[in-house]
């Protein structure tokens, strides 16, 4: 498990980014976030506050329900994953076109 300081409670999440807990909860429940829980307190990672930020935006400023936010992050992580896979490639290329 990671410290203490590389988490921040949910609560003060919440309160910092004006959204109720509610909706962090169901982020966790499409499995868009990882929430992390000790001694009865709820914890999200550091590393993950720029997604959580973006998923807000998604959902308050765009009006974009859950489901399409669910949607939407599958097919930004595929989307990356496409992007990673490419430069391999051109990687490989570029290495057996330099012999």
Do not use: W
Not at 65 to 87: C, F, P, R, T, Y
């Amino acid at each position: 498990m990671m410290g203490k300081e590389n988490l921040i409670s949910i609560q003060e999440f919440c309160i910092h980014y004006k959204v109720p807990k509610s909706f962090i909860n169901s982020l966790y429940d499409y499995e868009l976030i990882e929430i992390i829980s000790t001694e009865n307190t709820q914890y999200v990672s550091v590393t993950q506050i720029k997604n959580i930020e973006k998923l807000i935006r998604f959902h308050y400023e765009l009006d974009i329900n859950l489901e399409g936010i669910h949607a939407i992050s599958n097919l930004l992580d595929k989307l990356e994953s496409l992007q990673i896979e490419v430069k391999k490639l051109h990687n490989k290329i570029d290495f057996y076109e330099s012999e």
